[in-house]
């Protein structure tokens, strides 16, 4: 697991320390003396993890992380804040500032290593969900993300599963007017009431006398429906390999008992922020995606998708050496079958194309309506020889297969013209690869139709 993480300390010694220890597990790191470094670096640097400590003069780290869970372009890096006090309170406070975690000093090495590496897995969760928003920016994704969807005014429903009544008992009165807590003493129903009800936690009890409580959570993490649900493992003294055992298989924090309430209903508040972040932003992000860059006709991307991502593309494929290719087809004399058979014929021979299209690409190709008639492949790792070859098919389908349109099914003829362009070594441009594809187009196109062409440069 690599991870960029940042350490803000004032005292040099303490810096050091904590960056041997997690350059040993081959962490990036970065480093900061004061707040203001600090904040600086995560608005203008990638940071997967801040490392904060509390007592630092001019700025301290519970200003210092309100500033950054504050600010939309920094509020989904992880904080984990570091200090000498060792005060509940003072855990409390830490958290309720927006940090995600929270250690005292000295730091132990068990603590300080399972704390990160589990917000680096929730950080590589938020990621991936900006990510998939940020190729589409023009259509208003800045803003979307931009909110901060977290809202704390509802109560979290939350499922505790524990064999032992005395604990059950603590935990419900702690939870009190805090969260809808269900509990359930077998293990085995637990697992079924978490995948049948839509919980905001799991909390599972490590004290169970003929059950693993580590091979719930991870059934847990196997299904999709529970795959995303925050889990505390509620662990005994002494069960240190255990709980490291617990977060490599995808435990989301723990607590030690003897539990306390401030520092439970804290971390419990903490989960529930981040996955209610995670639903809206992924739910948000489907849904305008879906909306603004998907052709309403035919279900592939549209032109607008396809301006914004192949740039991303083409990018990654220069700075990787790996092959990238294109083709644009046309379908022949299309405006002959619109006049023919209507708009409403026209428009079924352009979702059966589509159809073909997509089941003779790769779920990583990048298939778009370009307009009209006009569709583009995109094709990541491919040479021009393969996506020669896979142009080449994709046109005798279409041409071996009538189309039937309305509603007796008549089946009309249809044929396709394919040009093929590949990225050039040395220099080249996203305009360049596509006008070679169209120039390629347009001679398939003048020398007969129903043909592939291929431009190698």
Same mark, same amino acid.
């Given at each position: 697991? #690599?991870?960029? /993480?940042? $350490? =803000? ?10 960056? +041997? &220890?997690? !350059? ?49 372009? #920094?509020?989904? /890096?992880? $904080? =984990? ?10 855990? +409390? &406070?830490? !958290? ?362």
């Amino acid at each position: 697991m #690599t991870a960029r /993480i940042l $350490v =803000v300390d004032d005292i040099p010694a303490n810096v050091r320390l904590l960056e +041997v &220890r997690l !350059l040993a597990e081959y962490f990036e790191v970065l480093t900061a003396t004061n707040g203001p470094d600090a904040i600086e670096t995560c608005e203008n640097g990638k940071v997967d993890v801040v490392l904060l400590d509390v007592m630092m003069p001019d700025m301290d780290g519970f200003e210092v992380c309100r500033r950054l869970k504050s600010d939309p372009a #920094t509020s989904h /890096i992880p $904080v =984990v804040m570091i200090t000498a006090l060792d005060q509940v309170s003072d855990r +409390v &406070r830490g !958290l309720e500032a927006g940090a995600d975690d929270f250690l005292t000093k000295p730091v132990n090495d068990l603590q300080l290593m399972t704390r990160v590496k589990s917000l680096v897995r929730l950080k590589s969760l938020t990621d991936e969900l900006r990510l998939r928003a940020s190729t589409t920016h023009n259509i208003g994704i800045e803003e979307l993300l931009s909110r901060n969807f977290a809202s704390e005014d509802t109560t979290p429903k939350v499922l505790l599963i524990d064999e032992r009544k005395s604990s059950v008992e603590r935990i419900q009165k702690m939870l009190r007017d805090r969260a809808d807590l269900d509990v359930t003493h077998d293990p085995h129903a637990g697992f079924f009431q978490a995948a049948e009800t839509s919980y905001e936690c799991v909390m599972i009890s490590t004290a169970f006398a003929d059950f693993d409580p580590l091979r719930l959570c991870s059934q847990l993490r196997s299904l999709d429906r529970t795959r995303f649900v925050p889990i505390i493992l509620l662990a005994e003294e002494g069960e240190e390999e255990r709980i490291i055992r617990g977060l490599e298989l995808g435990i989301n924090d723990y607590l030690m008992r003897p539990i306390d309430q401030q520092e439970l209903t804290a971390r419990l508040r903490t989960q529930v922020r981040r996955k209610r972040y995670n639903d809206q932003l992924r739910a948000s992000v489907t849904q305008t995606i879906e909306m603004a860059v998907t052709d309403g006709l035919t279900g592939l991307h549209n032109r607008r998708y396809l301006d914004s991502h192949l740039q991303t593309l083409f990018d990654r494929a220069v700075a990787r050496r790996r092959p990238l290719s294109v083709m644009i087809t046309d379908l022949d004399r299309f405006k002959a079958i619109n006049d023919a058979h209507g708009h409403d014929g026209g428009d079924e021979v352009l979702r059966e194309f589509a159809r073909r299209l997509r089941k003779n690409v790769r779920g990583i190709d990048l298939a778009c309506r370009f307009g009209g008639e006009e569709f583009v492949v995109v094709m990541p790792d491919t040479e021009g020889a393969v996506a020669e070859k896979v142009a080449e098919r994709i046109r005798a389908e279409i041409a071996q297969a009538a189309f039937a349109i309305g509603q007796d099914g008549k089946a009309i003829e249809v044929t396709v013209s394919v040009g093929v362009s590949s990225v050039l070594k040395g220099v080249d441009t996203v305009a360049a690869l596509m006008k070679r594809a169209d120039l390629a187009l347009y001679e398939a196109k003048s020398g007969g139709r129903n043909r592939v062409v291929a431009k190698a440069a």
